[in-house]
Nanobody, 119 residues
Framework: QVQFVESGGDLVQPGGSLRLSCAAS????????MGWYRQAPGKQREWVAG???????NYADSVKGRFTISRDNAKNTIYLQMNSLKSEDTAVYYC?????????????WGQGTQVTVSS
C-alpha cells in the first residue's frame, strides 16, 4: 500500500502554466503505473493522465498536447506540467496508482491540490 500527497496547485490566469507534484510513501513505488485525476465542483472525478513504470504515457483527449506527466522513481514522485490552462481545467487534482487500465485507481485518495484558472 502507498499514500499520496499532492502539491503545487494555485490560482492562475487563462493561458498560464502550473507544475503539480505527487509524493508517494510505501514500498515498491517504481513497479506501479501512476495517474493524475481531477474533480470539479458538482462533477464526477475524471482521469487526466497516466504513466507506466518505465515511462510510457497516456492522456485524456481534453488535455492532450497541453499537459505532460512524468515520474522520478528515485524520489517516489510524479509530476504534471500543465500549459495553456483553460477555465475548464479548474478542479481539485489527485494522484493514484493505476490498476488494469490507465484510468482505474488502485489505492486510497489523498487530499488533492486545488487548481483555479480564472481572469
Amino acid at each position: 500500500q502507498v499514500q499520496f500527497v499532492e502539491s503545487g496547485g494555485d490560482l492562475v490566469q487563462p493561458g498560464g502554466s502550473l507544475r503539480l507534484s505527487c509524493a508517494a510513501s510505501g514500498s515498491f513505488f517504481s513497479v506501479y503505473a501512476m495517474g493524475w485525476y481531477r474533480q470539479a465542483p458538482g462533477k464526477q472525478r475524471e482521469w487526466v493522465a497516466g504513466i507506466g513504470p518505465a515511462g510510457t504515457t497516456n492522456y485524456a483527449d481534453s488535455v492532450k498536447g497541453r499537459f505532460t506527466i512524468s515520474r522520478d522513481n528515485a524520489k517516489n514522485t510524479i509530476y504534471l506540467q500543465m500549459n495553456s490552462l483553460k477555465s475548464e481545467d479548474t478542479a481539485v487534482y489527485y494522484c493514484n496508482a493505476a490498476g488494469r487500465t490507465w484510468s482505474d485507481p488502485l489505492r486510497s485518495w489523498g487530499q488533492g491540490t486545488q487548481v483555479t484558472v480564472s481572469s
